[in-house]
């Protein structure tokens, strides 16, 4: 069950009943005057639409997230090859456990 419609939804619907008062006249071949036409564009006119936004900023969280999943993945496999190798294992360990907490 939807709690909530969207905003844009309300738009559509609001620019699809003005689209279809204004083309009313047409279809069914009633006289079109200037003082509906003017008030179908008044109409038109309120009606908010969204901003058109840019992926640039629109995908800025996802490439945020991708790089803190790139140094998690990096600080997994030093961790793995710190323990490994026998090198630094508790370093390693830390890298290990702190890349799988984040």
Known sequence: KISCVPSWIKSIKTLMEIELGQRRNEWFGIDNNKESQKKWQS????????????????????????????????????????????????TGSILIIFSLSI
């Open 43 to 90: 109409m038109k006119d309120a009606v908010p639409l969204p901003k058109r936004t840019e992926p640039r900023e629109y995908l800025a969280t996802e490439r945020t997230f991708i790089k803190w999943v790139r140094m998690c993945y990096l600080s997994l496999f030093v961790g793995f090859a710190l323990l490994g190798f026998q090198f630094e294992p508790i």
